[in-house]
Nanobody, 124 residues
């Protein structure tokens, strides 16, 4: 079981920025494709971003393109989500996820391993 721990959530004003981190002690972290998803109250889970095990081929959800950037540091076993120009609609619990599957077409539908989430609240 892969354990993923998110951090960096909090309260921010609209237009502001936050950087989320997801760390793991998993020694094979560099082999996992990683992703970020979010779920707002009363809404379905939404794909935010994903990145391949090598750090290339990032994917983004339509609602965050141009504002969010996913990156990873395999030496630190950590994946990041830089969120800029935040909007109240970005308010949600953000979840880190991991998967061995290299089929990028599947990533946005979900991954095998999940963290417990970190809350991001954007005030207007």
């Amino acid at each position: 079981q892969v354990q993923l721990v998110e951090s960096g959530g909090g309260l921010v004003q609209a237009g502001g920025s936050l950087r989320l981190s997801c760390a793991t002690s998993e020694r094979t972290f560099s082999r996992y494709n990683m992703g970020w998803f979010r779920q707002a109250p009363g809404k379905e889970r939404e794909f935010v971003a994903a990145i391949s095990w090598s750090g290339g081929l990032p994917l983004y959800g339509d609602s965050v393109k141009g504002r969010f950037t996913i990156s990873r540091d395999n030496a630190k076993n950590t994946v990041y989500l830089q969120m800029n120009s935040l909007k109240p609609d970005d308010t949600a619990v953000y979840y880190c996820a991991a998967d061995f599957d290299d089929d990028r077409s599947r990533w946005r539908h979900g991954m095998n391993y999940w963290g417990k989430g970190t809350l991001v609240t954007v005030s207007s």
